[in-house]
């Protein structure tokens, strides 16, 4: 890049893998400012300096693995994503990159970067700066006159995966957005265009973030926003929101922002959540902007957050929430197989309507398309559990309810939310009024936090899990559009709905 330019700008050469932003105040300087447009006279004389916490991870001063994979051992799992609201697979099946769950394994050979050399340029020259396909690099756009580059450099202990809405090859989760419910609406994130039809109006950018995992024990992994392009580039343009740091380096935020909640607790024993953050591209940690592309940044964040994942952080991309869970919180999930047995345990003790008397059970883990005639449904106001009948609306109801009636027992499932427009009716056992909705098995074990009894259901979905599930689920609120949060059931993205989220179910055992 040198040679390409000569003396058009000032090339500084330093060892910023060993400097941290987050270690010391950052004075924002955005763009149109005095300051933005002139870089600091200390730009050219910064000494390297050691901190407690790196702006990209380095793997803690080991040595890199030349035997990555001996044959008495397996493969090193850092951890799996899991993007809510497709309940174990993406509607039309998981395809390759496309799908609704991915693990992230160490690699034969490390893949990640850090930062290296800091450039100056004037911005007529930043695309020659960018051209070499070969070099890492992320470009900060200042003005019209001015860009400052920083060149990434190949790191041994690291290995770095990228999630985003493009499918090019360097994106190893393509993430595509859901149609999240509001109101008790049904598709849910697994409905249609959850699966991979690319919105016309998608929100989530195509390079959206990047997770740098530790090739060395402990396997830490942090997240950082935005990704690495076809021509290995970074772009933040002349609108994005930037700054220069007090030690003279570059930040900022891409357009709708990446956040993230790390639990307040440990995420299967205190389901608690945490506070919602937002991630810049050196990976310091922000409150969150007024609205998610407002140009001016929250107030850094210091004290004991970082970017850090840990068992159940979330990571949301403004159109798709994602899950983080370590191997050992995995562990402690039920697994597919566990999941099952479980069915098959609710079967066999025969649970039967209270009024028809035949006898219900809940369709295969694979069947998810269509309501099965002997699936159990519930009454949301109460939990009792009846086979499907077609009667039960209030009077003032009969004339719009009666008629969306009878479409119930062949619509689509699409990851099994019931339709609002189903109506409320009146439990026969009690006589409370509310949504009447088919029962489904949460599959994804992953959104479990524990593998107990499937017992209680989410509202206004009808989505079975364990207890201790539908509770802590129940309290995490998650992004929706621009400054909203809703507490939405994880298995199909259904916003929650009556006093607590949840319901717990009241079967009747067989008559003999």
Not at 25 to 30: A, I, R
Not at 198 to 224: D, G, L, V
Not at 310 to 326: E, M
Not at 449 to 460: R, S, V
Request: proline share 7%; charged share 20%; with cysteine.
């Amino acid at each position: 890049i040198a040679s390409a330019m000569g003396q058009d700008y000032v090339c500084v050469s330093l060892s910023l893998s060993a400097v941290s932003p987050r270690s010391s105040p950052l004075d924002m300087v955005l763009e149109g400012s005095s300051e933005a447009l002139c870089p600091p006279p200390p730009l050219e004389l910064r000494p390297s300096c050691n901190k407690s916490q790196p702006s990209m991870p380095l793997g803690s001063g080991s040595q890199p693995h030349d035997a990555l994979f001996p044959g008495d051992k397996e493969p090193v799992k850092y951890g799996e994503l899991i993007v809510l609201g497709h309940n174990g697979s993406l509607a039309s099946g998981d395809k390759g990159r496309r799908r609704s769950r991915l693990a992230l394994y160490k690699r034969p050979k490390a893949n990640g970067v850090k930062p290296d050399v800091i450039h100056n340029v004037s911005t007529p020259l930043v695309s020659k700066a960018l051209s070499n396909k070969s070099q890492h690099s992320i470009s900060y756009t200042l003005s019209r006159s001015h860009s400052v580059i920083v060149e990434y450099t190949h790191d041994s202990n690291t290995d770095m995966f990228q999630i985003g809405r493009s499918t090019e090859s360097m994106i190893d989760l393509v993430v595509t957005d859901s149609a999240g419910g509001g109101g008790g609406q049904g598709q849910g994130q697994g409905g249609a265009g959850g699966d991979g039809g690319q919105s016309a109006q998608s929100t989530i950018s195509r390079y959206a973030c990047r997770i740098i995992c530790e090739r060395n024990a402990p396997y830490t992994a942090r997240i950082y926003a935005a990704g690495f392009d076809s021509s290995k580039n970074i772009f933040l343009g002349e609108r994005a929101a930037k700054w220069r740091t007090s030690d003279g380096l570059m930040d900022g935020l891409t357009t709708n922002g990446v956040l993230v909640m790390h639990p307040a607790g440990e995420f299967v024993s205190e389901p608690t959540p945490g506070v919602w953050r937002e991630i810049s591209v050196c990976g310091n940690v922000f409150a969150l902007r007024e609205t998610r592309s407002a140009q001016q940044r929250g107030k850094l964040v210091v004290d004991n957050e970082s970017n850090t994942l840990q068992d159940g952080s979330l990571i949301d991309l403004c159109g798709a929430t994602l899950l983080w869970r370590t191997p050992g919180g995995l562990r402690r999930t039920p697994t597919l197989k566990q999941l099952e047995s479980l069915r098959q345990e609710l079967n066999a003790a025969r649970p039967q309507c209270p009024v028809g008397f035949n006898t219900l059970a809940f369709p295969s883990l694979a069947q998810r398309a269509t309501v099965d005639k002997k699936q159990p449904w519930v009454y949301m106001n109460c939990g009792h559990v009846h086979g499907y009948h077609n009667w039960g609306f209030r009077k003032e109801k009969a004339g719009t309810s009666q008629a969306a009636a009878t479409a119930v027992p062949g619509m689509p499932g699409s990851g099994g939310t019931a339709p609002a427009s189903t109506g409320d009716r009146e439990c026969p056992m009690c006589r409370r009024v509310g949504p009447y909705v088919p029962l489904w098995l949460g599959c994804e074990g992953g959104l479990y936090l524990d593998a107990g009894p499937p017992t209680h259901a989410f509202c206004p979905c009808g989505h079975v899990c364990s207890e201790k599930t539908v509770q802590g689920w129940s309290q995490i609120p998650l992004p929706h559009g621009t400054h909203a949060f809703h507490a939405a059931c994880p298995f199909c993205g259904t916003w929650l709905t009556g006093e607590q989220g949840h319901i717990k179910l009241i079967f009747q055992g067989p008559v003999d």
